[in-house]
């Protein structure tokens, strides 16, 4: 069936053509704010007219959020088809596939999905390693090389010196710990599908067959293996049904080189499939023409992969500013001024319509500072949450086992977390019975045919902590109300001497008293809502409920969800730049813009062209984050350490051209223009 989707008089001609074209591969350069995820949409629909079925539908991106917003713009547009596209994430796509064909490569269905404390802690175990920093440099070499797609074999033939090593004999130990474990990391969730697709002849033919069409949003911050995944995917034997995909994304925005996404990608692309359509979005939604003018004349300095210029017809707007202060002090003095300012101006303003921007997590302490004391409402976006914090991830996991045995990863934290004297050999042997006889990790420690496997010692370790978690899983179940609840939690933390626990794997003691009372904190949380409470109501008291410490332990991901969740807070927001990619607000301050901050510098590091024109593209994407009003404030006097030195205003500033008179251009003519070049395009179609 060949129709064209019935669409709103508001989608322009450029996102016309990027849904209606559906005879090949297409790339689609979406500017920032020119409407990328309402094209993905509507191409979704355009897809479902052909009589495309929805599950062979997959929309990619990157983040759960986007993900879920996604699928709720395609159901506004679709109804009920959406619930059976296939909207998700990379990574939560490789879980699926790994679900369902894993046991390919040697992996049962329950395989374990280790999060990043997880993986710290198997690193120090695999390299005999008890300094956190050097763990840590580790996992973030390990999880780059993963993402590069190279394996330990590789690494080590790779390695530039002896750090990178002594890192990739590391990595070779850890993959061994992986597999006897019958667990995987983050960054595998991508490898081992693609090593499924290249290895196995069935599994592609069919995951090739289970897609007819894919979507790949922020195309831009695919890293190498995601591209290799992405087109073992549409590298369908059938030339007519070969690469069958829609690549939506932004070279202007890519700025997460640093975590293994490649602009390389973006080039890649139409010298492995030249007969690649390339749209650009160049209409932007978002912002007036003097902040727009600032964002191209910026990045107009970096190389272009594809040429493409962003235009409004919101009009001209207030022109950007540069607002030169002292120092750090006085720059977040005068950008709570300019917040009270306008909101003096306006009353309609609210808190939620300012962000400050920054490049490093550093610059938020002083600007916190001051608007907490002129009493301004804030959020700090992309902080640690208190439930991410590993000693909180530590005590999750053990309640996550008491209230489901078969959580193969809560098993493997908390029978590591403290240790006691069960290691990497053990747990790897009784993954591999696990996984022969399809059990849980725990119900396998259990199993008579055990001692086959394992030692007198060994065996007896695991079995005195099964008998703990039992007994703990018994109590747990019989114990109510806050104040026993307390008591229970308090013991339990005792018996596994976690305090000593954080003091020994800590090189600050002040860190580590730091940490346990956090846990304090959440025994307390924990503990109240066992209820048993005396609590006033309208001059009433009353006992409110009593549950059991299993019954809490059950509600915690639930409690979690929804406290993540939230209502949108009336706030001001303060955020790293690279945090604030895919936002906006109508009115922004870009804080400390500053040579050595953005572009950033650390000590001794060289500004290599390509670091310089990833700085610039951040800088691009804070400017583009701004509706109404933009300030760019710079430093006269900045710390550096413990010393203050001369600020040099950033060269960025210079780049922006703000003293340039603009040339004022008709926003009707332009898109009269652009009416007509597409007209003749079309023209020149071959019937």
Same mark, same amino acid.
């Given at each position: 069936?060949?129709?064209?989707?019935?669409?709103?008089?508001?989608?322009?001609?450029?996102?016309?053509?990027?849904?209606?074209?559906?005879?090949?591969?297409?790339?689609?350069?979406?500017?920032?704010?020119?409407?990328?995820?309402?094209?993905?949409?509507?191409?979704? @629909?355009?897809?479902?007219?052909?009589?495309?079925?929805?599950? #062979?539908?997959? @929309?990619?991106?990157?983040?759960?959020?986007?993900?879920?917003?996604?699928? !709720?713009?395609?159901?506004?547009?679709?109804?009920?088809?959406?619930?059976?596209?296939?909207?998700?994430?990379?990574?939560?796509?490789?879980?699926?596939?790994?679900?369902?064909?894993?046991? #390919?490569?040697?992996?049962?269905?329950?395989?374990?999905?280790?999060?990043?404390?997880?993986?710290?802690?198997?690193?120090?175990?695999?390299?005999?390693?008890?300094?956190?920093?050097?763990?840590?440099?580790?996992?973030?070499?390990?999880?780059?090389?993963?993402?590069?797609?190279?394996?330990?074999?590789?690494?080590?033939?790779?390695?530039?010196?002896?750090?990178?090593?002594? @890192?990739?004999?590391?990595?070779?130990?850890?993959?061994?710990?992986?597999?006897?474990?019958?667990?995987?990391?983050?960054?595998?969730?991508?490898?081992?599908?693609?090593?499924?697709? #290249?290895?196995? !002849?069935?599994?592609?033919?069919?995951?090739?067959?289970?897609?007819?069409?894919?979507?790949?949003?922020?195309?831009?911050?695919?890293?190498?293996?995601?591209?290799?995944?992405?087109?073992?995917?549409?590298?369908?034997?059938?030339?007519?049904? #070969?690469?069958?995909?829609?690549?939506?994304?932004?070279?202007?925005?890519?700025?997460?080189?640093?975590?293994?996404?490649?602009?390389?990608?973006?080039?890649?692309?139409?010298?492995?499939?030249?007969?690649?359509?390339?749209?650009?979005?160049?209409?932007?939604?978002?912002?007036?023409?003097?902040?727009?003018?600032?964002?191209?004349?910026?990045?107009?300095?970096?190389?272009?992969?594809?040429?493409?210029?962003?235009?409004?017809?919101?009009?001209?707007?207030?022109?950007?500013?540069?607002?030169?202060?002292?120092? !750090?002090?006085?720059?977040? !003095?005068?950008?709570?001024?300019?917040?009270?300012?306008?909101?003096?101006?306006?009353?309609?303003?609210?808190?939620?319509?300012?962000?400050?921007?920054?490049?490093?997590?550093?610059?938020?302490?002083?600007?916190?500072?001051?608007?907490?004391?002129?009493?301004?409402?804030?959020?700090?976006?992309?902080?640690?949450?208190?439930?991410?914090?590993?000693?909180?991830?530590?005590?999750?996991?053990?309640?996550?086992?008491?209230?489901?045995?078969?959580?193969?990863?809560?098993?493997?934290?908390?029978?590591?977390?403290?240790?006691?004297?069960?290691?990497?050999?053990?747990?790897?042997?009784?993954?591999?019975?696990?996984?022969?006889?399809?059990?849980?990790?725990?119900?396998?420690?259990?199993?008579?045919?055990?001692?086959?496997?394992?030692?007198?010692?060994?065996?007896?370790?695991?079995?005195?902590?099964?008998?703990?978690?039992?007994?703990?899983?018994?109590?747990?179940?019989?114990?109510?109300?806050?104040?026993?609840?307390?008591?229970?939690?308090?013991?339990?933390?005792?018996?596994?001497?976690?305090?000593?626990?954080?003091?020994?794997?800590?090189?600050?003691?002040?860190? @580590?008293?730091?940490?346990?009372?956090?846990?304090?904190?959440?025994?307390?949380?924990?503990?109240?809502?066992?209820?048993?409470?005396?609590?006033?109501?309208?001059?009433?008291?009353?006992?409110?409920?009593?549950?059991?410490?299993?019954?809490?332990?059950?509600?915690?991901?639930?409690?979690?969800?929804?406290?993540?969740?939230?209502?949108?807070?009336?706030?001001?927001?303060?955020?790293?730049?690279?945090?604030?990619?895919?936002?906006?607000?109508?009115?922004?301050?870009?804080?400390?813009?500053?040579?050595?901050?953005?572009?950033?510098?650390?000590?001794?590091?060289?500004?290599?062209?390509?670091?310089?024109?990833?700085?610039?593209?951040?800088?691009?994407?804070?400017?583009?984050?701004?509706?109404?009003?933009?300030?760019?404030?710079?430093?006269?006097?900045?710390?550096?350490?413990?010393?203050?030195?001369?600020?040099?205003?950033?060269?960025?500033?210079?780049?922006?051209?703000?003293?340039?008179?603009?040339?004022?251009?008709?926003?009707?003519?332009?898109?009269?223009?652009?009416?007509?070049?597409?007209?003749?395009?079309?023209?020149?179609?071959?019937?």
């Amino acid at each position: 069936m060949s129709q064209t989707v019935s669409v709103p008089a508001t989608l322009n001609p450029a996102q016309m053509e990027a849904v209606n074209y559906l005879s090949g591969p297409s790339l689609v350069l979406a500017g920032a704010g020119s409407g990328k995820t309402r094209v993905i949409t509507y191409k979704i @629909a355009r897809l479902l007219l052909t009589g495309m079925l929805p599950r #062979r539908i997959a @929309a990619i991106t990157f983040t759960n959020k986007a993900a879920l917003e996604m699928r !709720e713009r395609a159901r506004d547009l679709v109804g009920k088809m959406a619930k059976d596209l296939a909207i998700s994430t990379f990574h939560s796509l490789g879980v699926r596939m790994l679900r369902e064909d894993g046991e #390919r490569l040697g992996l049962k269905p329950q395989f374990s999905i280790l999060d990043a404390d997880d993986v710290l802690g198997v690193l120090r175990d695999a390299g005999s390693c008890t300094d956190n920093k050097l763990a840590r440099q580790w996992q973030w070499t390990i999880s780059l090389w993963k993402n590069q797609g190279l394996n330990s074999d590789q690494a080590l033939a790779a390695a530039a010196n002896d750090e990178e090593q002594v @890192a990739a004999k590391v990595m070779k130990l850890y993959e061994e710990r992986l597999t006897a474990y019958q667990a995987v990391d983050f960054d595998d969730l991508i490898s081992l599908p693609l090593k499924l697709l #290249r290895t196995d !002849e069935e599994a592609r033919a069919k995951w090739q067959r289970q897609f007819g069409h894919i979507l790949v949003d922020e195309y831009q911050d695919t890293n190498a293996v995601q591209y290799e995944l992405l087109k073992c995917l549409v590298d369908h034997p059938d030339a007519q049904r #070969r690469g069958m995909f829609t690549a939506v994304g932004d070279d202007d925005q890519s700025i997460y080189g640093w975590r293994g996404a490649t602009i390389e990608n973006l080039r890649r692309l139409p010298e492995d499939f030249p007969q690649l359509k390339v749209i650009p979005l160049e209409q932007n939604y978002r912002s007036t023409c003097a902040i727009l003018r600032a964002a191209n004349e910026v990045i107009a300095a970096n190389p272009k992969l594809f040429p493409k210029k962003l235009w409004s017809d919101k009009g001209e707007g207030e022109p950007v500013r540069v607002m030169a202060c002292d120092s !750090e002090e006085h720059e977040a !003095e005068r950008a709570v001024a300019r917040i009270q300012a306008l909101r003096a101006q306006d009353p309609k303003l609210a808190f939620s319509d300012f962000a400050v921007l920054y490049r490093t997590n550093f610059q938020s302490r002083i600007l916190e500072q001051k608007l907490r004391a002129a009493q301004v409402p804030y959020k700090v976006s992309g902080g640690q949450s208190f439930f991410d914090r590993a000693e909180i991830k530590d005590l999750c996991a053990w309640l996550r086992l008491l209230v489901n045995q078969d959580d193969d990863p809560a098993f493997l934290r908390a029978v590591t977390t403290p240790k006691r004297g069960i290691g990497h050999t053990t747990l790897g042997k009784l993954g591999e019975f696990s996984a022969r006889w399809k059990v849980s990790l725990f119900e396998a420690l259990f199993s008579e045919s055990l001692t086959a496997s394992l030692g007198a010692k060994a065996l007896g370790g695991l079995h005195e902590f099964g008998r703990y978690v039992n007994e703990l899983e018994y109590k747990a179940r019989h114990t109510q109300g806050s104040e026993a609840a307390r008591a229970l939690l308090l013991a339990w933390l005792q018996d596994i001497g976690y305090e000593q626990h954080l003091y020994d794997s800590e090189d600050s003691s002040k860190l @580590a008293a730091a940490r346990w009372t956090n846990v304090l904190d959440f025994v307390e949380w924990v503990a109240k809502r066992c209820g048993g409470d005396i609590e006033a109501d309208g001059g009433a008291t009353f006992e409110s409920e009593q549950k059991t410490v299993l019954d809490v332990a059950q509600t915690i991901s639930v409690i979690l969800s929804l406290a993540e969740r939230g209502e949108e807070q009336d706030v001001v927001t303060l955020t790293t730049l690279h945090a604030s990619k895919g936002l906006e607000w109508p009115h922004v301050v870009l804080a400390g813009v500053n040579e050595g901050i953005l572009p950033f510098k650390s000590e001794g590091e060289d500004m290599t062209p390509q670091r310089l024109e990833e700085e610039r593209r951040l800088m691009y994407v804070g400017i583009t984050r701004a509706q109404k009003s933009l300030v760019v404030s710079t430093l006269r006097r900045r710390k550096k350490g413990r010393e203050i030195v001369a600020g040099v205003p950033s060269r960025f500033i210079a780049e922006m051209k703000l003293d340039q008179v603009p040339q004022a251009e008709d926003p009707k003519e332009r898109l009269k223009r652009l009416r007509a070049d597409l007209a003749a395009r079309v023209a020149q179609k071959p019937v």
